[in-house]
């Protein structure tokens, strides 16, 4: 099975923006086949839905607390997903991973995939 590798996480302060990337680990992967999105992981806490993307790039989907502060892109030339964090808060500080999008109901996305990749850690200091 594909292992899909993220980056671009850090520290930064409150009201700063990172950008996170995933690509998939072999070439192989048909990416644009897939729905793609971003879930994260505080700290004691289950593993939540951020955001997804379906084929046609326009339609996304964000859960309610980064909505607007939240982009999320990709480019299927380089297989590549995006997240353009901006307005970061403490309470998204996170280890982030992405994934294929199996199913989305009532505004939340659930993975396709069983296995994760690394994730990329996100740090929000107040």
């Known amino acids: 099975q594909v292992q899909l590798v993220e980056s671009g996480g850090g520290s930064v302060q409150a009201g700063g923006s990172l950008r996170l990337s995933c690509a998939p680990s072999t070439s192989g992967f048909a990416f644009e086949q897939y729905m793609m999105g971003w879930w994260r992981q505080a700290p004691g806490q289950e593993e939540e839905f951020v955001a997804a993307i379906l084929l046609d790039h326009r339609s996304t989907y964000y859960r309610e607390s980064v909505d607007g502060r939240f982009s999320i892109s990709r480019d299927n030339a380089k297989k590549t997903l995006y997240l353009q964090m901006d307005s970061l808060k403490p309470e998204d500080t996170a280890v982030y991973f992405c994934?294929?999008?199996?199913?989305?109901?009532?505004?939340?996305?659930?993975?396709?995939?069983?296995?994760w990749g690394p994730g990329t850690q996100v740090t929000v200091s107040a």
């Open positions: 994934n294929a999008v199996g199913s989305c109901r009532a505004n939340t996305c659930h993975p396709q995939f069983n296995s």
